[in-house]
């Protein structure tokens, strides 16, 4: 039959949750922390200052025009390098595991929390849509968990729902004597609750 599958990669074993923090781009179930590459961010911190210079400029003078156009390239440069470095990791992510799960993000239901900001600069709609797209296009798994489900909280060893810490608290210990990263034990349960899910 002459379908989709003739783009499928061959099957591997590897599974992996993904959590989408406020500390990385993305921690994977099996530690791994992504953060966005230092030209992207140097890029985006060079936008905000030719914004700012804009928004300095009279208005109607040809100094507020040229500083526009200068925003304008700016932005579309952060756009493609944040594109092309989003197309390599999902495939990446795509190529290396069987299945792929995330939280399901709510970007409207966030901004009105502090988190909103990062969410929006991230990307992180446009990053899960790519895993989305490129799993159904080379026969992977792709499932995004219930975004209330307490993956940060819950201990991934006993499953334990801890008590909630501050985001500043980069790890915890449960009960049960289990020491966690907060990232990466949410993506673990990412994973589990993945796997149950779907
Ligand atoms: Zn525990």
Same mark, same amino acid.
């Given at each position: 039959?002459?379908?989709?599958?003739?783009?499928?990669?061959?099957? =591997?074993?590897?599974?992996? +949750?993904?959590?989408?923090?406020?500390?990385?781009?993305?921690?994977?179930?099996?530690?791994?922390?992504?953060?966005?590459?230092?030209?992207? %961010? %140097?890029?985006?911190?060079?936008?905000?200052?030719?914004?700012?210079?804009?928004?300095?400029?009279?208005?109607?003078?040809?100094?507020?025009?040229?500083?526009?156009?200068?925003?304008?390239?700016?932005?579309?440069? =952060?756009?493609?390098?944040?594109?092309?470095?989003?197309?390599?990791?999902?495939?990446?992510?795509?190529?290396?595991?069987?299945?792929?799960?995330?939280?399901?993000?709510?970007?409207?239901?966030?901004?009105?929390?502090?988190?909103?900001?990062?969410?929006?600069?991230?990307?992180?709609?446009?990053?899960?849509?790519?895993?989305?797209?490129?799993?159904?296009?080379?026969?992977?798994?792709?499932?995004?968990?219930?975004?209330?489900?307490?993956?940060?909280?819950?201990?991934?060893?006993? +499953?334990?729902?801890?008590?909630?810490?501050?985001?500043?608290?980069?790890?915890?210990?449960?009960?049960?004597?289990?020491?966690?990263?907060?990232?990466?034990?949410?993506?673990?349960?990412?994973?589990?609750?993945?796997?149950?899910?779907?």
């Amino acid at each position: 039959m002459q379908t989709s599958d003739d783009e499928a990669l061959p099957p =591997v074993d590897a599974e992996v +949750g993904i959590d989408l923090g406020p500390t990385h781009f993305a921690v994977l179930s099996d530690g791994t922390k992504i953060t966005a590459p230092k030209f992207l %961010r %140097r890029a985006a911190h060079r936008l905000k200052r030719l914004q700012q210079a804009l928004s300095r400029k009279q208005r109607g003078s040809n100094n507020r025009k040229k500083a526009a156009v200068k925003v304008a390239r700016a932005h579309a440069q =952060v756009a493609d390098a944040r594109r092309d470095w989003q197309h390599k990791l999902s495939t990446q992510i795509i190529r290396d595991n069987q299945a792929v799960y995330v939280e399901d993000l709510c970007v409207t239901g966030l901004a009105r929390t502090r988190l909103a900001k990062s969410v929006h600069d991230a990307g992180w709609t446009s990053f899960t849509g790519m895993l989305e797209y490129k799993a159904a296009r080379y026969g992977r798994t792709f499932h995004r968990v219930d975004r209330f489900f307490p993956s940060t909280r819950m201990c991934s060893q006993c +499953g334990r729902i801890n008590e909630k810490t501050a985001l500043g608290v980069r790890s915890w210990t449960c009960s049960c004597g289990a020491v966690h990263d907060r990232d990466v034990n949410a993506a673990i349960n990412v994973l589990a609750a993945g796997q149950a899910e779907s």
